[in-house]
């Protein structure tokens, strides 16, 4: 987070701050439905129409900040004084199209969390009621096979960056879910980009060695492979 500004009582407050964005995540059958395979990961979709619904940006208004997420939802899963509240999103929500982000201002009253978030502990997780609709198609070349409808939120949560994979309770015909390192997602990507495109240059490099002998450069066939096959495992482990 940047752009901090300080009132008159010291607390500080960001503007236009990232909560959600559009994209294609996945999530693993446990978060989706009980019908599905806990443990296999399924890509679900967030489209811009659902973080852009009025009832869906009325709903991050006013909620609490906490530091990690409840066990359960806040409410009548968890009574907020029970976890801890840290801060609030404020009135200014809103869905900015050109960057498919879910923005809001969000203001710290714990001088504790504010500490924290200092320290390092910048990354925002947003926890919130949806349905998750089995419609698979198509989003920016990305397939998926869900698409989220219905979301409302319930908090906003800081996490360590290190936190993966969501979490989800069921209520009400709804998925309890929380999305944690999401928006951090694009970033690491491309890090991970980054680290198989020098193995695939320092093979392409390898390869140019006319000194190499016929063993080495089948070892150098097999890294190529495998650098390949993987791309799309690590594309979906750096969106968890």
């Not at 009325?58 to 409840?70: A, C, I, N, V």
């Not at 029970?82 to 801060?87: C, D, L, P, V």
């Amino acid at each position: 987070m940047s752009a901090r500004k300080k009132d008159i009582n010291g607390w500080f407050e960001v503007n236009a701050n990232p909560i959600s964005r559009v994209g294609v995540f996945f999530y693993s059958g446990r978060c989706i439905s009980n019908d599905l395979d806990p443990n296999q990961l399924y890509p679900v979709f967030r489209p811009p129409e659902e973080l852009n619904d009025p009832e869906c940006i009325d709903s991050f208004k006013l909620l609490p900040w906490t530091d990690d997420h409840p066990q359960r939802l806040l409410g009548d899963g968890v009574p907020a004084e029970e976890h801890g509240i840290e801060g609030v999103i404020g009135e200014k929500v809103f869905f900015d199209p050109a960057d498919g982000m879910l923005k809001a201002n969000i203001k710290v009253f714990s001088q504790r969390h504010a500490d924290l978030i200092n320290s390092g502990k910048r990354e925002l997780s947003a926890g919130y009621h949806c349905k998750y609709e089995y419609s698979p198609g198509e989003w920016n070349g990305k397939p998926y096979q869900f698409i989220q409808r219905q979301i409302r939120g319930n908090h906003l949560a800081s996490v360590d960056s290190g936190r993966m994979g969501p979490e989800v309770a069921v209520m009400d015909g709804f998925r309890f879910t929380i999305d944690s390192s999401e928006l951090k997602q694009m970033k690491k990507t491309n890090q991970i980009r980054k680290v198989m495109n020098r193995l695939l240059q320092f093979a392409q490099d390898a390869e140019e060695n006319p000194e190499l002998e016929e063993q080495e450069k089948g070892e150098i066939e097999t890294l190529k492979s495998l650098v390949g096959q993987a791309a799309p495992l690590m594309d979906q482990l750096a969106a968890l």
